[in-house]
DNA sequence: TATCATGTAACTTATGATATTACATGAACA
DNA sequence: TGTTCATGTAATATCATAAGTTACATGATA
């Protein structure tokens, strides 16, 4: 993977699991990542714990989708992942003993938090069903997945 | 340094090198910085090429500005520093062979692209000058930076 | 009870940012 | 003119973190 890409990752899983009509094992969706299964198991299990999905073990056990897809919103995902950092760029310390470096951070600070907020604030405006919607516009007579299983 | 924290670095030098009245010394700078005076070069190698500040070798020697502060915006040290990325989240791929994942893409980079527009903005309306007059509000009675050197 | 799938700890690899070393170049000064 | 100071820069080392992998335990189903 490029960078951090767990929340466009999670929702690509998340979408799968969305289409697919039982349980899809960690196996099937690490083919689809291409990435290996015990990752897909890790990232899932967070979300497990908040209700977003659930999985089952032994035969026709796997990954199934246990929440609304109209009330859920990418922000949901986003927090339930650990609300990671969306910025590549920040101050070089928060508590600098330099007044020079304080002067920075306070006014580059404030362009962060709103172009953070602006960020989070379309995150919440997506619910997964509109994704899923999205999806069903795009999706003709093409398999869900090319170029791999 | 924390993450990716060049932008907020080179400010802080720069604005000493504006409250200093001669040349700089690389290791006068790294000193502030706690880092080292090769990574001081080294960004700085890039300014200079594009006129922002220049060096001078021997006795007296160091960094300068060679700029207007009045004219020279946060927006343009942003980009003499080859525009780093500005997100830490991003799409897994950018060219995907999956259907699934070319949806939340298309969805998730528009939030990208006005996030990322939106920080650019703010950094563009605030030139070195202001933030050096912010600093001097702020700049009373204390050394410019305590704690170290 | 054999098979399948998850649960999870421990470990390995890959990557990129940062730091360091070493030495060359060139300017100022005595 | 040679000593000192400072930059210029290649090469290397260190560090942190994300991602991947292995190994094996747990539990469900057939």
């Known amino acids: 993977m490029i960078r951090d890409s767990k929340l466009s990752g999670v ?3 998340l979408l799968h699991m969305a289409e697919a009509d039982g ?11 291409q990435t290996n299964p015990v990752v897909i198991r ?3 299990a967070g979300l497990r714990e908040q209700g977003y999905v659930n999985s089952e073990k032994g035969h ?3 990954w199934q989708l246990s929440c609304d897809l109209n009330t859920v919103t990418l922000h949901d995902i986003y927090v339930a992942l650990g609300s990671p ?3 590549a ?7 600098p003993g330099c007044l020079v470096e304080e002067a920075v951070n306070t006014v580059m600070n404030q362009a962060f938090r709103d172009a953070e907020a602006l960020l989070l604030a379309r995150f919440s405006e997506v619910t997964l ?7 069903h516009q795009r999706l003709q007579n093409a398999d869900f997945c090319r170029g791999h299983d």
């Open 23 to 33: 349980p899809v094992t960690s196996e099937t969706l690490a083919k689809m990542m």
């Open 42 to 44: 890790r990232i899932l």
């Open 85 to 87: 950092a969306i910025l």
């Open 129 to 135: 069903a509109e994704l899923s919607r999205y999806l």
């Open 60 to 62: 026709g056990g796997g």
């Open 89 to 95: 760029i920040g101050n070089r310390t928060e508590s």
């Open 11 to 13: 929702l690509h899983v």
